[in-house]
């Protein structure tokens, strides 16, 4: 029961930003949204995660809209590393119960 | 860094017999996590725990046992192994931080523990 929406793949050119965008139309105001990524074989990995405002870190830049529906994750400049799947995941629950919710992701392949 | 460790990288085991994923996490984190991945599926949380000798069941918690004895270690226990058991298992651990309002609640995940069950 994933509460979030991506596109299944997307390509982006080596050195060019990589803009990957989610949906998630029914989170409520108190939850936030996380990004992490998945290189093959290993473990997830965090990005970045956001409430209302943008946030910028060193791996990456998120824009969330003013009504919190959707969101776009960031690579500035993407090398073949940032080839992974990349999940946008919103938490649900409350206090002992708080889980986070995956989705399939967005495979992304950065192309030389 | 913060480090999670599972024991195995890939595992092979006879249907029936009993299977013990271990993991452990250095960074004295309250919580911790086991998640099976299945193409098409994702990531679905199978158990995960708060503190030490507390569980509480996820999505697919049938067929499965977990123990936390000590905070750092972290069990998931296959009772009688089957076939549709096969899959990628993934552990995770994060800092309890408490009320839906504070931010972070990262999970570091180990790099995996792949099963397969014959």
């Known amino acids: 029961d994933a509460k979030t929406t991506q596109p299944p793949s997307m390509d982006c050119a080596e050195g060019r930003a990589a803009n990957l965008p989610c949906n998630h139309s029914?989170?409520?105001?108190?939850?936030?949204v996380y990004w992490y990524r998945q290189i093959h074989s290993q473990g997830p990995q965090y990005i970045i995660h956001?409430?209302?405002?943008?946030e910028t870190n060193e791996m990456a830049s998120l824009i969330i809209t003013e009504d919190r529906k959707s969101s776009t994750l960031i690579l500035p400049h993407a090398t073949l590393r940032d080839t992974a799947v990349y999940y946008c995941?919103?938490?649900?629950?409350?206090?002992?119960?708080?889980?986070?919710?995956w989705g399939l992701g967005t495979s992304l392949a950065v192309n030389p | 860094d913060v480090k999670v460790t599972q024991s195995s990288r890939y595992l092979v085991k006879r249907t029936g017999e009993k299977v013990f994923l271990e993991c452990v996490q250095d960074?004295?984190?309250?919580?911790m996590f086991w998640y099976r991945q299945d193409p098409g599926l994702g990531l679905r949380l199978i158990y995960f725990?708060?503190?030490?000798?507390?569980?509480e069941k996820g999505d697919i918690p049938e067929g499965y046992s977990v123990s936390r004895e000590k905070k750092e270690r972290f069990s998931l226990i296959l009772e009688s192994a089957s076939t549709n058991q096969t899959s990628m298992y993934l552990c995770?651990?994060?800092?309890?931080?408490?009320?839906?309002?504070?931010?972070?609640?990262?999970?570091?995940f180990g790099a995996g523990t792949r099963l397969s069950v014959l």
């Open positions: 995770a651990s994060s800092f309890f931080t408490g009320g839906m309002a504070l931010a972070k609640n990262i999970q570091y």
């Open positions: 960074m004295d984190h309250e919580n």
């Open positions: 725990s708060y503190d030490v000798k507390m569980k």
């Open positions: 029914t989170i409520s105001g108190n939850e936030y």
């Open positions: 956001g409430l209302k405002n943008n």
């Open positions: 995941i919103v938490r649900v629950g409350a206090g002992n119960n708080r889980k986070l919710i």
